[in-house]
């Protein structure tokens, strides 16, 4: 049982290297999503559920020489 109030769950998730950064134009756009869901127990209680869009950019450290490295999202949300 959680009373009520505000809960901060830290997690990464690690994207493969080989996704497109996101973009927006005429012709098309990539976009990505992060989406959740809260089962809750209990005959009249619904589960809740949100998404929130991700904007993935690609930014190698200077020092690095290889362009397929893997990329990782790490934020509180």
Known sequence: M???????Y???LPLDSVLPESVECDMGSVRYE????????????SNLSGKT????VR???EQNLEI???I??????
């Open 34 to 45: 992060l989406e959740a869901t809260v089962e809750r127990s209990g005959a009249f209680k």
């Open 68 to 70: 397929h490295e893997p």
């Open 10 to 12: 830290n997690f990464e």
């Open 72 to 77: 990782s999202i790490s934020r509180t949300w």
């Open 53 to 56: 869009e991700v904007l993935l």
């Open 59 to 61: 930014n190698p450290s």
């Open 2 to 8: 959680f009373n009520a109030g505000e809960y901060i």
